[in-house]
């Protein structure tokens, strides 16, 4: 008697926690839109990578709802998803503006100094974990071929001096590097730029001069010898806006470190460029 008084106990409190939820369900709003139909938030990659400019997938959703932000910002998604977000949100995309992605930095085996010697896993984000990077610039390319290793089209190799380049014709700003690489050294640019300021650093000049021989010293000579080129010095680093299509040779001749650099194909590969 007292085990048959325990079952019905137990399936009239399953019944009841059944009817409770079953409210609750009714009762709070779904995360899809009326009618079942298929949000934006539902369909973007879900990395979190923070490429987009927002915290993660959801806030930027959120944002793309809202219309606050651009679907072309989400470079992991590809032309794919991009067109599906064109289509839940009613809008039209433009593809006409081409960007890649390029390696800010040229600071070699050559050019940068180094606090010690790394021996661990070829992984980027495992070296950063150590002290930020075996090199004394916490904002250069550290070397350990990460971006290389997730590169869907072969579009980055490494040069003979450990220096790593994206090559114009094979980058489709996939965004899969710009995922991986935890320094940001990794930035976009037009395909059509012709030159790119090879420097991340925001380090004072002098700072920067002490550990890189290539790094943008801020010493706004490119600003003044090429004033119709656009560049822009801020945050004690060089920057190019590509909307100012003025000569900016003089800027490159008179660059002491030579740290403005041709966007074009990446020079000859070192031995193990791939690896």
């Known amino acids: 008697m ?12 399953l019944t009841l926690l059944g009817a409770v939820f079953g409210f609750g369900l009714g009762f709070f709003p779904s995360r899809r839109k009326p009618g079942g139909s298929v949000r934006a938030g539902d369909i973007l990659p879900g990395l979190d990578c923070g490429v987009c400019g927002y915290p993660g997938c959801s806030s930027f959703g959120e944002a793309l709802e809202r219309g606050e932000a651009d679907p072309g910002l989400c470079a992991p998604g590809g032309k794919k998803m991009k067109n599906e977000l064109a289509k839940i949100l009613g809008i039209e995309i433009s593809y006409t503006r081409e960007e890649m992605v390029q390696v800010h930095c040229r600071g070699g085996d050559a050019e940068t100094k180094r606090l010690f010697h790394y021996s661990g896993l070829d992984d980027c984000r495992a070296l950063h ?11 250069s390319c550290l070397g350990q071929g990460s971006c290389i290793k997730v590169c869907p089209r072969e579009a980055i190799v490494r040069d ?15 965004g899969r590097c710009l ?25 004072r000049g002098q700072t920067t001069a002490d550990y890189c021989s290539v790094g943008c010293t801020a010493c706004r000579a490119c600003e003044k010898r090429s004033p119709e080129g656009g560049f822009e010095v801020d945050d004690h680093l060089a920057r ?3 909307r100012r299509r003025g000569d900016r040779n003089g800027a490159v001749l008179a660059c002491d470190p030579k740290c403005i650099v041709s966007n074009g194909a990446p020079p000859a590969m070192g031995k193990n460029a791939k690896t």
């Open 240 to 242: 190019i806006n590509y």
């Open 160 to 174: 003979r001096n450990g220096v790593f380049w994206v090559d114009p014709g094979r980058c489709d700003l996939c």
């Open 179 to 203: 995922a991986v690489c935890p320094t940001g050294v990794l930035r976009r640019i037009p395909k059509t730029a012709d030159y790119f300021v090879a420097c991340n650093s925001t380090d």
């Open 129 to 139: 974990m150590l002290f930020g990077g075996s090199k004394a610039c916490r904002f």
């Open 2 to 13: 007292a085990v048959l008084l325990n079952i019905v106990l137990a399936q009239a409190t």
